[in-house]
């Protein structure tokens, strides 16, 4: 069966960078996409950007852009997501979820980033 | 971006009763090379991550209950609830994805 396990919740300070995986399993992992959506608290799902499945090419949300770098290692079935320059507005659930047309069909269980000084 | 809007924010209806939730976005999502429309909608319980539930507006992913179906064409879209059942208290998202992904601002369900 199709599972995305995400790493664990992290607290970071104001400033510092935080880099989340999501790991593959149950399917072909360079058959399909690989999307970062967070939510933050009380607040609607935000779409991050995603990466290829069959290459390296990404694509981010210009919000984003330059502060989200999305990578994958094919050999581990894994997909990483660094931001830099965390504020406290980037406290969120960040979660992975696997491309079907467009739309995530599966979906990690979510890692709760804080930001506080 | 495409800005998605949904309402009501908030719906109570009875056990057995239908529910409809609308969604409504800022421009078209109708891709008229291949008629589809690049709509989704989710379901998310607390603590959980969101639920395909259906994809190109109306088609229902698999293992979704037939009481959940989807309608609408372009720019105005429903979710419908046919008979509510107690496990669908949820907070439901539509999504589109016809320019990147952007997502309404939820619908909370629950039981009158």
């Known amino acids: 069966q199709v599972q995305l396990v995400q790493s664990g919740a992290e607290v970071k300070k104001p400033g510092a960078s935080v880099k989340v995986s999501c790991k593959a399993s149950g399917y072909t992992f360079t058959s399909n996409a690989m999307h970062w959506v967070r939510q933050a608290p009380g607040q609607r799902l935000e779409w991050m950007g995603y990466i290829n499945g069959d290459n390296d090419k990404t694509r981010y949300s210009q919000k984003f852009q330059g502060r989200v770098t999305i990578t994958k290692d094919k050999s581990a079935s894994t997909v990483y997501m660094e931001v830099s320059s965390l504020t406290s507005e980037d406290t969120a659930v960040y979660y992975c979820?696997?491309?079907?047309?467009?739309?995530?069909?599966?979906w990690g269980q979510g890692t709760l980033v804080t930001v506080s000084s | 971006d495409i800005v998605m809007t949904q309402s009501p924010d908030s719906l109570a209806v009875s056990l057995g009763e239908r529910a409809t939730i609308n969604c409504k976005s800022s421009q078209s999502v109708l891709y008229s090379s291949n008629n589809k429309n690049y709509l989704a909608w989710y379901q998310q319980k607390p603590g959980q991550p969101p639920k395909l539930l259906l994809y190109w507006a109306s088609t229902r992913e698999s293992g979704v209950p037939d009481r959940f179906s989807g309608s609408g064409s372009g720019t105005d879209f429903t979710l419908t609830i046919s008979s509510l059942q107690a496990e669908d208290v949820a907070v439901y998202y539509c999504q589109q994805y016809y320019d990147t992904q952007t997502f309404g601002q939820g619908t909370k369900l629950e039981i009158k």
């Open positions: 979820a696997r491309g079907y047309y467009g739309t995530g069909d599966y």
